[in-house]
């Protein structure tokens, strides 16, 4: 099987991390876009190399779909650790293993702590839980890689607790871009849902309580779906089990062909496959279908479980996310849900890290009556908050002018080289979240940034790589942005470093004023280049 180029170039990073020694290394992927493949592949590579190879999740479905993959990817076969299923005594060289079983210690004792020589952790977000640590710390000489749609969890415990590195991450956005996934539009439904009175458990909202609050508002949604995909197929999540019953009889009675799903159907296999074909238009489940199912074909998802927990939600709407014949895009309906107490995950989220464009973004859908593609939402809310910083740094710089710092401050030379990626920088791992070095400081104050404003050093870090990286491509200084940008001069840092130095030397010669019949506010230079 011939993998596409993102899958390649994952394989090739993850495996470079554990030649560097970064033997728990992260990959993230988007659902639909082939980490299972990816995984086998890397499998493939492992048992060539003469391993012994564990695949570690916490459903059963996950541990099939692995083994059903590894077999049509690569030709091999499995043995399962599961129940009443050993691997033991099995002459395969790749295990699919349940976590709730291997971590009960009489199972795990039947292993030598060196039985595998690689573990593949499937939803790796899972990964911090003690029951999927036990079984890690087991094995603590493995190499790990975790794999998972989204490395954000409920508990806000970060990956980076265990993981030493990320190898790679495929965004959204790009495999929405390159085609790989289907692109989403978002509506913003005018009915206002109070949940401001649910209390939080392990992180996000009580299920218990969301149900009883959303009871009284069933109808009224039901009556919107009518309006917005009555001709659509449809995948709603609900919180309780007897709310996705009793929602599946109201649509029903509003004229749609829908079923419901939970972990006690035994007929769950049949109804997928009577609404994968067609017989339900629509498919109701209490966060049943977050993990382990795909159904191409469908193409709105309607999230009736409100949650502040950015990879629940990705996981959600990740059941629609995959192409399909016919099928334009994802249609995603949004609720005006009031909390007065937590940031709830809307389809911003899905697209940008940023807080502040993720915030624009949601505005600006909510006041659109028609469908928003996210992609141009996102865009359109970036420019927006660029502007509203470019007015606050106005403001700062203006302020600043009196100090007469040598040093440029850190955000005027984010917003002049208008790099989102700096300026939205969110430490990840542990390393990460220390204070700069030392070095680092005296670092950044060799090259003109004034490192008193620098709160961690993988933000320190992230600076001096761009920095150095500007140095090669001969752009700006901080010190020349400083300094033009104080003559009023915009964006200073997109200019090449020769065109300052031009600008800088006419001003020069020209008792330091800036020269007749230049207006620094509208100037561009001849040559604009970003780094």
Known sequence: MELRPYQQESREKVESEWKKGRKKTLLVLPTGTGKTIVFAKIIEDCVRAGERVLVLAHRGELLEQASDKLKKATGLKTATEKAEETSLGSFFRVVVGSVQT??????????????????VVDEAH????????RVLNYFEDAKVLGVTATADRGDQRNLGEYFQSLAYEYSLPAA?????????????IPLRLDISGVKQQAGDFSTKELGTVLDPYLEQIADEMVKNCMNRKTVVFLPLVKTSKKFTEILNRHGFKAAEVDG????????????????????C??????????????????????????GLYSQMVGRGTRLAPGKKELLLL?????????DLCHPAHLITKNNDVAKKMTENIQESAEPVDIEEAEKEAAEDVVAEREESLAKQLAEMKRRKRKLVDPLQFEMSIQDEDLSSYVPSFGWEMAPPSDKQKKALEKMGIMP?????????????????MRRQGGLTTPKQIRFLEGRGFQHVGTWQFESASKMINRIAANGWRTPQGIKPSEYKPESKVTV
């Open 285 to 310: 489940n209490s966060m049943l279908l977050t993990e382990g199912w795909d159904c191409p074909s469908v193409d709105c998802i309607i999230v009736l479980r409100p949650t502040k927990v950015r």
């Open 102 to 119: 291997l971590q009960r210690s009489k199972r795990l004792n039947q292993f030598s702590k060196d039985y595998f020589d690689t573990i």
């Open 126 to 133: 899972h990964c911090i839980s003690d029951g999927y640590q």
């Open 334 to 342: 949004d609720f005006l849900w009031h909390t007065e107490r937590l």
């Open 452 to 468: 008193d404003e620098i709160d961690n050093a993988g933000k320190a870090d992230v600076l001096l790589t761009r920095l150095s």
């Open 176 to 188: 929405i871009k390159d085609g790989y996934l289907t692109p989403i539009k978002a509506l913003t």
């Open 264 to 283: 006690e159907s035994d007929d769950r296999k049949q109804i997928l496959a009577d609404f994968e074909n067609g017989k339900y238009n629509v498919l």
